[in-house]
């Protein structure tokens, strides 16, 4: 049997997609109140989760470091060949006149300072084209791109998900609040503060990311029934769910929209008299 794996072959789509302008600004609206800890635990989890996500771009990246390091500890033995053959051959070639040696010279000379001063574009191309392509078919590394992917969209979500949690909590005054299905959750939500702010942090794509997330936490990422009637952009092979990088950075970025926008209500409330 042959598991298929789909994912971003593109190098760049691992690169980190966290925000710290973002954390930074909505650090500052829950700042003096019951929020800060609940946002700032927010900003932790999705944090690593972005790390999680770079970890693929950053090894490449640590891999082009340490050959850069290598190199500039020894001679390279094609800038000695350059260096021998800039020095000799005009020397050695007894026919030319004085002036044609020193023409030589000059070409040779700007040969070898040109081929000196590419050693990191030749190992950036080298480690992040060559070697990244060549690791890609083996199923060991694909299969942690693959797999990845998923944990760090389900941990963002699970994030957003105890985001909204104690943040309603905190406004509520009710520190022993759970939540028992996501409907009552968003009852217990509208009534709180409205329906209109409930329909922005729960339905369209919220909802849409919950049915994924539950698709990957209780269905074995398998695509349910409820998650297909939406229509969503996902891909879907083999009934299976494949979680890629666009995705999981455009699930920070529509989460981080309602975060700020709850923060934002929250502080206003908490900080109001009689709240």
Not at 209 to 235: D, F, I, Q, S
């Amino acid at each position: 049997m042959k598991k298929n794996l789909v994912i971003d072959p593109n190098f760049d789509s691992y690169q980190s997609f966290f925000d710290h302008a973002w954390a930074q600004s909505i650090d500052k609206v829950a700042d003096g109140t019951p929020l800060a800890v609940i946002v700032f635990d927010l900003c932790a989890a999705w944090k690593a989760a972005a790390n999680t996500h770079r970890l693929p771009w950053l090894t490449m990246q640590l891999f082009k470091s340490f050959a850069r390091g290598f190199v500039q500890t020894r001679e390279p033995i094609t800038k000695m060949c350059i260096e021998a053959v800039a020095q000799r051959l005009p020397a050695e070639m007894e026919r030319l006149s004085n002036m044609q040696r020193k023409d030589m010279r000059k070409v040779l000379q700007r040969i070898y300072e040109d081929v000196c001063n590419r050693p990191d574009t030749a190992i950036g191309e080298f480690v992040i084209g060559n070697m990244w392509q060549a690791i890609l078919p083996d199923f060991e590394f694909t299969a942690s791109l693959w797999a990845s992917q998923r944990l760090c969209y389900g941990a963002i979500y699970y994030a957003y998900e105890d985001f909204l949690v104690r943040t309603y909590r905190a406004v509520v005054g009710q520190p022993d609040y759970r939540m028992f299905s996501a409907k009552q959750f968003g009852d217990d939500f509208a009534r709180a503060f409205t329906n209109e702010l409930r329909g922005f942090c729960f339905a369209g794509d919220v909802n849409v990311a919950r049915l994924v997330r539950n698709a990957l936490a209780h269905n074995g990422g398998r695509e349910t029934e409820e998650l297909r009637r939406e229509k969503h952009p996902y891909r879907v092979e083999d009934g299976e769910i494949h979680v890629l990088p666009s995705n999981t950075k455009g699930l920070f970025d529509m989460l981080k929209e309602r975060a700020t926008r709850l923060v934002t209500e929250a502080a206003t409330r908490l900080q109001s008299p009689g709240s």
